[in-house]
């Protein structure tokens, strides 16, 4: 699968997030629960594919973000979507992760994504509350929800990310010097 389909797919969940997400989730938990399966994704594509398609789809999905949903406050999302993924990307680099670790690391970054947006939006006085009521009431529902899509794409994700190498011409630079 190229990169372009991916694109297209995650273009699709994008709509499906904010479309037919409210839909499905019980209306108790509306408030509490926020779809972000694309950030999921980004970091599948960190993990199994390349840091910099994972930067590139989380800047590209996070700005689409900022602009549909947050209006007030554009570039928090592209900015920390990119910079998460990149991150990963290089912390874990052709490293052989089992599914444990894999959730495990897309939980912690999903974390510190939802608590840097938080702490942005503190800042700027974006967010009432204190932060360990945003934590019980907000973070940690929504970390469970996309731990669950997580484990449920799991292997599709990892199969149409590896599909991605990138081969790496440095060390082909460096013969021809």
């Known amino acids: ?31 509490r629960l926020i779809p972000h399966f694309n950030f999921v994704l980004i970091i599948f594509s960190a993990l199994y594919s390349s840091r910099h398609y994972a930067l590139g789809l989380g800047l590209g999905f996070g700005l689409l ?3 549909m949903y947050y209006g007030n406050a554009i570039g928090i999302h592209f900015f920390f979507m990119g910079i998460i993924g990149y991150g990963v990307g290089i912390l874990f680099e052709r ?9 495990s690391i897309i939980g912690l970054a999903y974390l510190a994504y939802d608590c840097a947006v938080y702490g ?19 973070i940690l529902p929504s970390l469970f929800f996309q731990l669950i899509f997580a484990i449920i794409v799991f292997i599709p994700a990892r199969k149409m990310f590896e599909k991605l190498v990138v081969t790496n011409y440095s060390d082909t630079s460096e013969e021809n010097l």
Do not use: C
Not at 6 to 26: D, H, R, T
Not at 95 to 103: A, F, G, H, T
Not at 124 to 134: T, V, Y
């Open 1 to 31: 699968m190229n990169i372009h389909r991916i694109v297209l797919l995650m273009l699709a969940i994008f709509i499906l997030e904010g479309s037919l997400m409210p839909w499905l989730i019980p209306s108790s938990l509306a408030d």
């Open 65 to 67: 973000q900022d602009i």
């Open 95 to 103: 490293k052989r992760l089992n599914v444990l670790v894999v959730i």
């Open 120 to 138: 942005i939006n503190y800042l700027f006085r974006l967010a009432n509350g204190s932060f360990p009521w945003a934590l019980i009431t907000h």
